[in-house]
Nanobody, 120 residues
Framework: QVQLVESGGGLVQAGGSLRLSCVAS????????MGWFRQAPGKEREFVAA????????DYADSVKGRFTISRDNAKNTVYLQMNSLKPEDTAVYYC?????????????WGQGTQVTVSS
């Protein structure tokens, strides 16, 4: 069992930046594909970014490509999402996802989510 806890969300103005963190506990995520998803009110959960267990490959939704960067530090059992040039349409609850030996992750494990609100 893996527990995931996200943090770093908050309220920012359009054009600003936030860095989300996802700390895993219970076991090492060294062999886990990791990702970020988001869900806005009234909308389905959508893929944002993913990273392989080695960090050698990343994938991004077209809507965030060039603005968001996913990274991981396996020694700290942590995954990050650096979000720059934020737009109001980025407002959502952001969830961390993990899947052992699976890429891209589909959400074997989910965090509780962290709220990101971008004002215009």
């Amino acid at each position: 069992q893996v527990q995931l806890v996200e943090s770093g969300g908050g309220l920012v103005q359009a054009g600003g930046s936030l860095r989300l963190s996802c700390v895993a506990s219970g076991r090492s995520i060294r062999t886990y594909g990791m990702g970020w998803f988001r869900q806005a009110p009234g909308k389905e959960r959508e893929f944002v970014a993913a990273i392989t267990w080695s960090g050698s490959n990343t994938d991004y939704a077209d809507s965030v490509k060039g603005r968001f960067t996913i990274s991981r530090d396996n020694a700290k059992n942590t995954v990050y999402l650096q979000m720059n040039s934020l737009k109001p349409e980025d407002t959502a609850v952001y969830y961390c996802a993990a899947d052992n030996l699976l890429y891209p992750p589909r959400g074997e494990y989910w965090g509780q989510g962290t709220q990101v609100t971008v004002s215009s």
